[in-house]
């Protein structure tokens, strides 16, 4: 049985957790506001807060219909405060509270524990709008433009999403955190974002669709946890948070499908078979493969850094305290307290890397980061299909967790894309081939153009259109509109 409680969309948040009547909340949240709007305006979208964009906003929270689609000036966009239904007697799906009943106010003894898990995931979601807020400027298109704009507007929404849990929930150090919010920068030196991956640069698209598929992806997986907990107003946030996330994995995975199989046809038109002939295919004016690859090795690395050490108490720690579940916890059959059971973990010792058994309890980011790559081997295959329709003789992989990783069992040394141990001298002369070079970004940044692709319909030399039109347009609609 749920409980749907309708979206209010007449105030200044719109919100379905009963704003109106809840004074202390709306107060704070007012008073963040224009900070918020400070902080959009200057680090969101560079050049485009003024054009009306063909958006969605989330107006309710049922799962049909649970968007509009407008033009919006980014800054007028409404991002509001939505939870998803309350389920009606549910419980504790895991860890040491399992079968109680979820909580609805934080329980006291984890309250830091809970904190720390809202402010890293709030952290990220402003992270991605500063990283990718200089790519408007070099859209493929206006349909692209607009793809990056709804994921923009969207993780500000969920920065919103933490700061209602944080300011409703945690007092006076919940609003000091949601300032720090504000304030922490992306790649800044003295005021960093927390996660390693949310400090690198996002140069071109390629990356921002490298990232989408990627790194959006663990933010699936982590969002697919948090759903799980025990505390029951960050269950339904992350619950709605998923449907919004669904279409930035898309964005992610066609974008990087238009691209292999602009490649392809070009490819194919010039008589290229072979996908090495580096130059001659970026003669075509689009991206070689063997690049394309590169950048899944970055951001694959990447990402996988974002999973935390693959043995960890900290995820024991709440995993027992019934605060961060397992991907789909409540689809698992066993005792969901897991203390008599054992996960393999892919580690390195003594230089050697093989799978050691650990308590399961330990092995939760590791557990996770398994589900999370098997999740993305099935969006590569779309890619590879493309290549084969083709006739490219080419295949996209994921190389070896151990490749390129920063933290965790991998992170002091180095391996190739199989995951065979490298000496130092032996990376340093290789890692030009296996990651993107200066030559590589160069070349993509070349590519980086716009001019006519503000004309509805066209498309950059290097990306193919879309099959369909975002909620079915034409070809030619006009996502974004420029004055004359
Ligand atoms: N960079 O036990 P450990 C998304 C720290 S993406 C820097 O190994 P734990 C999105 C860690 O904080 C999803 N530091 O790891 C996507 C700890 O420090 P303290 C975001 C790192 O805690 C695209 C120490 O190392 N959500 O939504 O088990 C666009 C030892 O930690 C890193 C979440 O991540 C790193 N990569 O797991 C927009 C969910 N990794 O506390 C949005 C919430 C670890 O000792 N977060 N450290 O000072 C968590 O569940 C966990 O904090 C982590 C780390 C999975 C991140």
Redesign the pocket.
């Known amino acids: 049985m749920l409980q749907v409680m309708q979206v209010d969309t007449e105030g200044l948040i719109p919100n379905n957790v009963g704003l109106g009547q809840d004074k202390r909340v709306q107060k704070a949240l007012e008073k963040w506001h224009p900070g918020y709007i400070d902080w959009w305006m200057d680090m969101g979208p560079e050049g485009f807060q003024d054009v009306p964009v063909y958006l969605r906003t989330a107006v309710s929270v049922d799962s049909d219909g649970w968007a509009k689609f407008d033009y919006v000036k980014m800054p007028e966009y409404r991002w509001g405060i939505l939870l998803a239904p309350q389920e009606e007697d549910r419980k504790i799906p895991f860890g040491n509270h399992v079968g109680e009943p979820a909580w609805q106010d934080v329980p006291g003894e984890y309250r830091a524990m809970l904190r ?2 809202i402010v ?2 709030g952290d ?2 402003p992270a ?1 709008v500063e990283q990718q807020r200089h790519l408007g400027t070099t859209a493929p298109s206006l349909y692209d433009m607009r793809n990056l704009f709804q994921v923009n507007v969207e ?1 500000g929404r969920h920065l919103w999403a933490m700061v209602y849990l944080l300011q409703k929930y945690f007092g006076a150090d919940g609003r000091a955190e949601a300032q720090e919010l504000l304030e922490r920068r992306s790649g800044d030196a003295d005021t960093p974002r ?4 949310f400090n690198e640069a996002t140069p071109d698209w390629l990356s921002f669709f490298m990232f989408t598929y990627f ?2 992806r ?2 699936k997986m ?2 697919a946890s ?1 759903a799980q907990s025990g505390f029951d107003p960050l269950s339904r946030t992350c619950r709605f948070m998923l449907m919004e996330e669904a279409h930035h994995m898309f964005v992610g995975t066609t974008g990087v499908g238009r691209i292999v199989q602009r490649t392809c046809e070009a490819m194919r038109e010039a008589g290229i078979d072979d996908p090495y002939a580096i130059e001659k295919v970026r003669d075509l004016g689009v991206i070689d493969l063997p690049t394309i690859q590169k950048k899944a090795n970055l951001h694959f690395s990447l990402t996988l ?5 693959e043995i ?4 024991a720690n709440a995993f027992n305290a019934s605060l ?1 579940g397992r991907f789909r916890e409540d689809k698992l059959e066993d005792d969901h307290r897991l203390e008599n059971d054992t996960y393999p973990v892919l580690r390195c010792i003594d230089g050697k890397i093989g799978k050691e058994d650990v308590p399961a309890l330990q092995a939760l ?1 590791m557990r996770l980061r398994d589900d999370y790559v098997d999740n993305c081997e099935r969006g590569i295959l779309q890619w590879n299909r493309i290549a084969k329709k083709n006739e490219i003789d080419f295949e996209i992989t994921l190389p070896s967790v151990a490749f390129n990783r920063a ?1 965790g069992e991998f992170s002091g040394i180095e391996t190739d894309l199989e995951g065979q141990l490298m000496s130092a001298e032996d990376w340093q002369s290789r890692k030009d081939k296996l990651l993107p070079n200066t030559d590589d970004g160069e070349f993509i940044q070349g590519l980086m153009k716009q001019s006519a692709e503000r004309d509805a319909g066209n498309y950059s030399s290097w990306i193919a259109p879309p099959k369909v039109g975002i909620n079915n347009k034409p070809g030619d609609f006009e996502y974004v509109k420029f004055e004359d």
């Open positions: 720390r898990l890293i995931q990220t979601e991605s993780e927390l996660l390693g991956a790194t959006d663990d933010g982590q969002l948090l850094d974002l999973f935390g050490s960890s108490t900290n995820a961060k980011n933290i």
